[in-house]
């Protein structure tokens, strides 16, 4: 008796024990957000300094698409090109493909050798700025003073620091490569010669101290711009001593020095102030937890000592680890309630409490075995796999709840081989459901392959502790199967229904395609991710095209300092939000971060007004943007117009306009590249023979243009055979007459002028090119609200615009972008999973059963499970939102696994009496199936339900993640349990009596296993 005992209680310390430490482990173990889904791309970037987009669309992207098109098993091919830059992206079948193929990519690229002058050899890029996994921000608290010596600061010091990090892969100052640090030098006239100093010999002083210039610009009556390439500091220039009226003068007396990126194709604001962004990448199965965790003390160890006695602070955007901690204590407040509710419900079933413990006590096994797993394989946790365990709290109960029945019934200490091969059937045929997930190699399966392990790993565990665990446990037991009172009236009440149903199987026959004509009717839209969070918003700012750079971030950055400042003193926001904006020429855009929506509404409703009032043409729209944007995506749909050239696809992009602003006036549409994005500059033509003979050399001519040319500022310039061609941005006050008016002198000494030889003429080039497999391509892409349907939206824009392409005689075509064919791909690749899936349980029974009835009940159970998921969705969403996404499709794929449970239970006890009682008539034969299966499938239907119920009703924004999942296995595993007791047998039954006749003279039916254990009719 004591070693008995002792099995016992050492068992219940065991339970005790792993459920301590699956707590501990949860919040040890490193977890990310969401699995970290690699796309089957590789980027290749490029860059040519001071080319326009076109040149570098024709001159460099055009060749490395045409050299890449002889890779193996590359899909398709997309460029993009904007003035200095551009990347081409390539797609493949699967992550391994594009894997073997980086080496080729290189060797490909590496044979390039036709490129112009000035550009970069392009490369691999390890992730661009929309992968990027997370920010690092060199501020300063004032403006910067000196880009250069911050950029420079940045890469020798925080860079390498943020490298060293555990689990990140890379890391970059953002756009570093597209630099050309310039020194600009605004000499103000009046104070100039209210020191007695003359113009020329501060620029003789200049030349002298070494600078090469880059050109010279009266900017008015009143000032003058210098452009100086120097790799001094700003400093020196600003100590340079000049003799004066009053002595000798310092140049910061009367010029403003500052370091300046001219050819930095955006710059960064974070809070109203100049930034250096660092863009980060985090490994696959890195701890994107601890990742941050590091950050926040990278950043209190640079504030807090190395920078603070300066002007410059160290930070970081879009951090994971508020979401993280704030989903992860939802989930596991989730699970503990779940688990109390399901003791509580074990108590009112059982009257013996050491009955309900011994079933309850495999829920901490598994929760510790699945994290085991975890720990020992290296996989982090994310917020999907412990979404898995939290619904199989309920789940893992099943077999012990049929274990311990059986053993407290027959009063035995083992378990039957019988109920064994029921509760392994069981089991595999919940694994089989998972298993096509987890081994797929498409990316929309890979986002479920953590929550599968989980619930695969809590399934056979749950199945196999109890048949070892129990009959050990039941030795030192000595209490028999006495049930509570509730537990008595809800098994009465069941037996009453079930026996009312039986005797008419009419209800169960004219069920079946109603609920099928249910499904069909309530199946709602189907999203790729779920919605989270308003508390984030992106505004896309449009200035007229011809700002330059530095008025862009002048205008932007300081009216959003301004609005700022106003509205914390105002409390509009609180005093941890967040404003990060990115500008370049032309345009620009902020991500704003803080508690509450309103308040970030109303701050971007203002922004855009106080903006409107200094900018002309500006456009601005608040999209309230999916937190999870960084982590898999957000909501919006994009489609791209393909087209011979640009020129025919603007008129379809105008009509696309009109079209989706009358469907959807409340939506924004971004269009890329932006129809009205071009510059407007003067494209300066000659032919050498006229510099000849006139005798005036070449370089004088360019010389005058890069520089001398008063208020011109040259944007690039390039070479085609004999012609010269220069490319000029002005001012605004300038006009080509300027231009041909100006003088030039010939080595004879004589004076000519630009329009004695020279060709000029106003043109407009595209800021940005986008290339499709070698075709021209707009990208549309129409920003979504929370409510708003992507599958009904992406159906609206194949119908409009099909409509529009008769018209065009082929000449436009369109596809949709990777982010929306997932939509598509989610519900054609998931309706092929279930059918296969399907198909494959059914098999399986039948085959270990022998009998097709076996099957049937299968293919019969299934549909009202999938009606009463349907009907849960469309119930709870009338009082909570639920995201119909990816995530929620995993459910319908749990709940096929759990509901086979009693459905295999079922259908293997109806054959079996059916071979072993041969004088039953087929009614008894059910009758008693049902009888040894009601309690268990009663209880484990509640335990289930009580235990996600917490999932449901949690009121936390981040609920919407798995709040979808939870409602679809509640209803399946709902309505299945009851059609499984009240109409599935009478249905069952009348079937099998309907093809007993049949099966006397057909012998496929015999071998299908109909009739062939009535011994009586097969005599």
């Not at 003073?145 to 950029?151: D, G, K, V």
């Not at 003789?204 to 210039?213: D, E, F, Q, S, V």
């Not at 409107?612 to 608040?622: F, M, V, W």
């Amino acid at each position: 008796m004591k070693s008995r005992y002792t099995i016992r209680a050492i068992t219940y310390l065991l339970a005790f024990g792993a459920l301590m430490a699956s707590f501990y482990m949860l919040f040890s173990l490193p977890i990310q957000l969401i699995p970290n889904i690699k796309t089957a791309t590789i980027t290749v970037e490029s860059y040519w300094p001071n080319s326009s987009s076109q040149e570098m669309a024709d001159e460099v992207l055009f060749r490395i698409s045409e050299k890449l098109t002889l890779l193996k098993g590359i899909q398709e091919i997309t460029s993009f090109a904007s003035p200095g830059y551009g990347y081409t992206e390539l797609k493949f079948a699967s992550q391994e493909t594009a894997n073997q193929a980086r080496q080729e990519v290189n060797a490909l690229l590496s044979g390039i050798s036709d490129f112009p002058d000035g550009v970069k050899s392009p490369y691999i890029s390890e992730g661009n700025e929309a992968e990027s996994t997370g920010w690092v921000f060199f501020r300063g608290k004032r403006d910067l003073t000196s880009a250069s010596e911050a950029y420079d600061y940045v890469e020798k010091h925080i860079v390498p620091k943020v490298r060293q990090i555990n689990g990140i892969k890379n890391a970059y100052v953002l756009n570093r490569e597209s630099l050309n640090k310039i020194i600009t030098i605004q000499i103000d006239f009046d104070k100039m010669l209210a020191y007695g100093i003359e113009l020329d010999s501060v620029l003789h002083r200049l030349r002298a101290y070494g600078p090469r210039a880059l050109g010279e610009t009266v900017v008015n009556e009143k000032r003058y711009s210098l452009r100086l390439q120097n790799d001094g500091t700003i400093r020196n220039l600003m100590a340079l001593q000049f003799f004066g009226s009053g002595g000798l003068i310092n140049m910061s007396d009367f010029a403003k020095v500052a370091s300046v990126l001219p050819d930095k194709t955006s710059m960064a604001y974070y809070n109203g102030r100049d930034i250096v962004p660092i863009v980060f990448f985090i490994e696959d199965n890195a701890d994107i937890y601890g990742v941050y965790q590091h950050l926040n003390s990278l950043e209190k160890e640079f504030n807090e000592g190395i920078l603070i006695n300066t002007d410059y602070e160290l930070g970081n955007f879009l951090s994971p680890i508020e979401i993280i901690d704030q989903t992860r204590f939802q989930l596991i407040k989730s699970m503990i309630i779940g688990f109390v509710i399901t003791v509580i419900f074990m108590l009112l079933f059982y009257k013996s409490k050491i009955h309900a413990l011994n079933t309850i006590i495999f829920i901490p096994f598994t929760f510790f075995l699945i994290l085991i797993v975890y720990s020992v394989l290296g996989i982090p946790l994310n917020i999907i796999s412990v979404t898995g365990m939290a619904i199989a709290t309920g789940v893992i109960l099943d077999p012990a709840i049929i274990v311990n029945e059986h053993l407290l019934s027959k009063r035995k200490h083992k378990v039957n081989r019988g109920l064994i091969l029921c509760i392994i059937l069981a089991a595999a045929t919940s694994v089989l459901v998972l298993l096509p997930f987890l081994i797929s190699s498409k990316t929309e399966s890979k986002v479920f392959t953590d929550l599968g392990m989980s619930f695969i790993i809590a399934i056979i565990s749950s199945s196999l502790l109890p048949i070892l665990l129990l009959p050990l446990i039941k030795k030192d037991t000595r209490h028999s199967l006495v049930h509570g009172s509730f537990a008595k009236k809800a098994t009465e009440v069941a037996v009453f229904v079930k026996s009312y149903f039986m005797s008419r199987p009419l209800f169960g026959l004219i069920s079946l395609p109603l609920i099928i004509v249910g499904v069909a009717l309530l199946f709602p839209a189907i999203e790729y991710l779920p919605y989270l969070g308003n508390n984030t918003a992106t505004v896309y700012l449009k200035f007229p095209q011809n700002v330059p750079p530095e008025e862009v971030e002048s205008y932007y950055a300081k009216g959003v300092s301004k609005n700022l400042s106003s509205f914390k003193r105002n409390s509009a926001l609180p005093s941890d939000n967040q404003v990060f904006l990115r500008t370049w020429t032309g345009g620009g855009y902020a991500i704003f971060r803080s508690a509450e929506t309103d308040q970030v509404e109303s701050y971007i409703d203002d922004l855009a007004d106080t903006a409107k009032q200094d900018i002309r043409e500006l456009r601005s729209k608040a999209i309230k943007t999916n937190i999870l944007a960084r982590y898999g995506g957000e909501k919006s749909v994009a489609v791209n117009l393909i087209g011979e050239d640009f020129k025919s696809l603007k008129p379809f992009v105008h009509y696309l306009q009109k079209k989706v602003s009358e469907k959807y006036p409340n939506l924004y549409l971004r269009v890329y590249p932006d129809i009205d994005s071009v510059y407007e500059i003067f494209n300066v033509s000659f032919h050498s023979y006229e510099l000849d003979k006139r005798k005036v050399a070449e370089s004088q001519v360019l010389d005058l243009l890069k520089g001398n040319c008063q208020g011109v500022f040259v944007d690039q310039f390039f070479v085609q055979q004999k012609h010269r061609n220069v490319y000029i941005r002005p001012q605004r006050c300038l006009s080509i007459d300027d231009i041909l008016r100006a003088p030039v002198k010939s080595i004879d000494d004589r004076t000519y002028f630009i329009r004695d030889f020279l060709k000029v003429e106003k043109v407009s080039i595209p800021r940005n090119i986008m290339y499709k497999n070698g075709a021209k391509a707009f990208r549309l892409t129409l920003y979504l609200g929370a409510n708003d349907s992507s599958s009904e939206v992406i159906d609206y824009l194949k119908e409009t615009i099909s409509e529009k392409s008769k018209t065009l005689d082929g000449s436009v075509s369109y596809e949709l972008s990777e982010e929306s064919k997932k939509v598509d791909l989610l519900l054609s690749n998931w309706a092929a999973s279930y059918i296969t899936i399907l198909l494959i349980n059914i098999l399986l029974v039948t085959v270990i059963c022998r009998s097709m009835i076996a099957g049937i009940i299968m293919v019969i159970g299934y549909i009202p499970a999938f009606f009463g998921a349907v009907l849960a969705i469309n119930f709870v969403n009338l009082f909570l939102p639920v995201s119909v996404d990816i995530i929620t499709c995993l459910g319908g794929v749990l709940m096929i696994g759990i509901v086979s449970n009693g459905y295999v239970i079922l259908a293997y006890g109806f054959v079996e009496n059916l071979k072993t009682h041969t004088s039953w008539t087929v009614e008894r034969c059910m009758n008693e199936s049902v009888k040894q299966r009601i309690r268990p499938i009663l209880l484990t239907t509640i335990s289930t339900i009580a235990a996600l119920i917490p999932m449901v009703i949690n009121f936390d924004e981040t609920a919407i993640l798995y709040r979808g999942l939870a409602v679809v296995l509640i209803g399946g595993i709902f309505f299945g349990s009851i059609f499984s007791l009240l109409f599935l047998p009478s249905v069952v039954a009348f079937i099998y009596k309907k093809t007993l006749n049949y099966a006397k003279t057909n012998y496929v039916f015999q071998l299908a296993g109909f009739g062939s254990f009535n011994r009586d009719i097969i005599s």
